[in-house]
């Protein structure tokens, strides 16, 4: 089946229309940028489901931030108004503070500044007038292999690209006209040097051939992407409780 990219537009502008009716009429969307690709198609997506003065983009670099540049890129080209919000003296606390009682993972380090992030997200959406309802920006490729930050960016309110592969959020982009410098940005966590793909071995082109058509030829590779979306499932679901009896 092709994929339809301006119809998917339609469809997203109409279902975040749908959605901010029925759980804040009056609300703003706040949406963490970061240049990327995800965040950018998202934004551009919240402004032409709602009133621009309704967005709310916050931009939160960890100090200095080589690529703050593409953020504000974004943000010039949609006519938003941003929140900058440096989360650099907050997570050298916490780093401090946690290392006098552990030495810190390498992965505990890369995952600090996302859940700061999502922290700072949800204070801006609980103080602005009417209230806010934080966008979560992780789009399907991600999500199936749990490529993301639990409580980090992997939280929000509503999911926007949950349905969507890298591939098809790479469509969209182009579609609404966004600048291709951000639409192709080379993804990366900032702090390990490695681009996504590096790190997770693969390239979100044979992840989405996996996903939708169910085709891998690389046994090995078929055998991590499946090993990384039976590990991190819990990523996806609600929290688990007991049930009384």
Same mark, same amino acid.
């Given at each position: 089946?092709?994929?339809?990219?301006?119809?998917?537009?339609?469809?997203?502008?109409?279902?975040?229309?749908?959605?901010?009716?029925?759980?804040?009429?009056?609300?703003?969307?706040?949406?963490?940028?970061?240049?990327?690709?995800?965040?950018?198609?998202?934004?551009?997506?919240?402004?032409?489901?709602?009133? +621009?003065?309704? &967005?709310?983009?916050?931009?939160? +670099?960890?100090?200095? /931030?080589?690529?703050?540049?593409?953020?504000?890129?974004?943000?010039?080209?949609?006519?938003?108004?941003?929140?900058?919000?440096?989360?650099?003296?907050?997570?050298?606390?916490?780093?401090?503070?946690?290392?006098? /009682?552990?030495?810190?993972?390498?992965?505990?380090?890369?995952?600090? +500044?996302?859940?700061?992030?999502?922290?700072?997200?949800?204070? &801006?959406? /609980?103080?602005?007038?009417?209230?806010?309802?934080?966008?979560?920006?992780?789009?399907?490729?991600?999500?199936?292999?749990?490529?993301?930050?639990?409580?980090?960016?992997?939280?929000?309110?509503?999911?926007?690209?949950?349905?969507?592969?890298?591939?098809?959020?790479?469509?969209?982009?182009?579609?609404?006209?966004?600048?291709?410098?951000?639409?192709?940005?080379? +993804?990366?966590?900032?702090?390990?040097?490695?681009?996504?793909?590096?790190?997770?071995?693969?390239?979100?082109?044979?992840?989405?051939?996996?996903?939708?058509?169910?085709?891998?030829?690389?046994?090995?590779?078929?055998?991590?992407?499946?090993?990384?979306?039976?590990?991190?499932?819990?990523?996806?679901?609600?929290?688990?409780?007991?049930?009384?009896?």
């Amino acid at each position: 089946m092709i994929f339809d990219a301006n119809k998917e537009i339609e469809n997203l502008t109409s279902w975040i229309r749908d959605w901010f009716a029925e759980n804040g009429p009056t609300a703003s969307a706040v949406i963490g940028i970061s240049g990327g690709k995800d965040s950018s198609v998202c934004a551009a997506l919240l402004v032409r489901a709602l009133d +621009p003065e309704r &967005v709310v983009p916050v931009l939160m +670099p960890d100090g200095e /931030q080589a690529d703050i540049s593409d953020s504000y890129m974004l943000v010039e080209h949609l006519g938003l108004k941003p929140l900058v919000i440096n989360i650099g003296d907050t997570t050298k606390a916490l780093r401090a503070t946690l290392s006098e /009682q552990f030495e810190l993972s390498r992965d505990t380090e890369i995952n600090i +500044p996302p859940r700061i992030r999502m922290t700072t997200l949800y204070a &801006v959406a /609980q103080s602005l007038p009417n209230g806010g309802r934080v966008a979560n920006t992780c789009n399907k490729s991600e999500d199936y292999i749990g490529y993301s930050t639990k409580y980090g960016d992997a939280a929000g309110d509503f999911g926007i690209l949950a349905a969507y592969t890298v591939t098809e959020v790479l469509k969209i982009g182009e579609a609404l006209g966004l600048p291709a410098e951000l639409v192709h940005k080379t +993804p990366s966590d900032g702090l390990s040097g490695l681009s996504d793909e590096d790190k997770i071995g693969f390239t979100y082109a044979v992840l989405d051939r996996y996903i939708s058509e169910g085709i891998c030829e690389d046994e090995s590779t078929r055998e991590r992407i499946d090993h990384m979306h039976r590990i991190n499932l819990h990523k996806l679901k609600t929290i688990p409780s007991c049930e009384r009896r």
